[in-house]
């Protein structure tokens, strides 16, 4: 069984226990990392071209308008095929109620038909919001698994709860 790990996770302002801070690793970053170390497996970053703004309200409004305007943002990078993994997670924070955009751009590509896929959200307080009614919208023929939801704020102190929620997904898929 291989795992795919795909991430999007913003680096710099995020607000985090009632402030703003400089965030050097993003919340999901961090929590993709416990779920390679809690499994094994291939972690792909997905960055979009444009930089979003540093500034924390000011790419809460670019995001905002991305979503309104059911936008693709163009990536860095593509991963090609998904073929050789049964496993993919699908890991980003929740914003305005779901994923980033730009993971959209990417899923879109793919095909998903067989594979096992699990949403992974980190967020303020929305939870899993529409991440997942999402996911089953987008990765066509895939069964949707149990996710995980964190504060992003929690992100650091979720190895645990990260490492044993990965271990039981991939168990109960053996
Ligand atoms: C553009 C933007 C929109 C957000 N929208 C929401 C939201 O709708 N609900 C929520 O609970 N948190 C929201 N947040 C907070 C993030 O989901 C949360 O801080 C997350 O852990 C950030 O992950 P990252 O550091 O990996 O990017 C938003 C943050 C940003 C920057």
């Not at 990765?139 to 964190?150: D, P, T, V, Y």
């Not at 992003?152 to 929620?165: R, Y």
Request: net charge neutral; proline share 2%.
């Amino acid at each position: 069984m291989k795992n795919l790990i795909i991430f999007y996770s913003r680096r710099g302002q995020n607000y985090s226990d009632g402030g703003i801070k400089n965030l050097e690793l993003g919340n999901t970053e961090i929590v993709a990392e416990f779920i390679k170390n809690a499994i094994g497996g291939t972690l792909f970053e997905i960055e979009t071209e444009k930089q979003y703004s540093l500034d924390y309200y000011k790419c809460t409004e670019e995001a905002k308008e991305e979503l309104k305007t059911n936008a693709r943002p163009k990536l860095k990078n593509y991963i090609k095929t998904i073929d050789e993994y049964n496993n993919i997670f699908i890991c980003g924070p929740c914003w305005w109620g779901t994923f980033p955009m730009a993971m959209f751009t990417q899923l879109e590509t793919l095909d998903w038909n067989g594979k096992n896929i699990f949403a992974v959200v980190t967020h303020g307080g929305s939870g899993f919001g529409n991440c997942e009614r999402d996911l089953i919208k987008t990765c066509k023929g895939a069964k949707l698994g149990k996710g995980l939801a964190i504060f992003g704020s929690q992100a650091s102190n979720s190895k645990d709860e990260v490492f044993n929620w990965a271990q039981n997904t991939v168990k109960s898929l053996l």
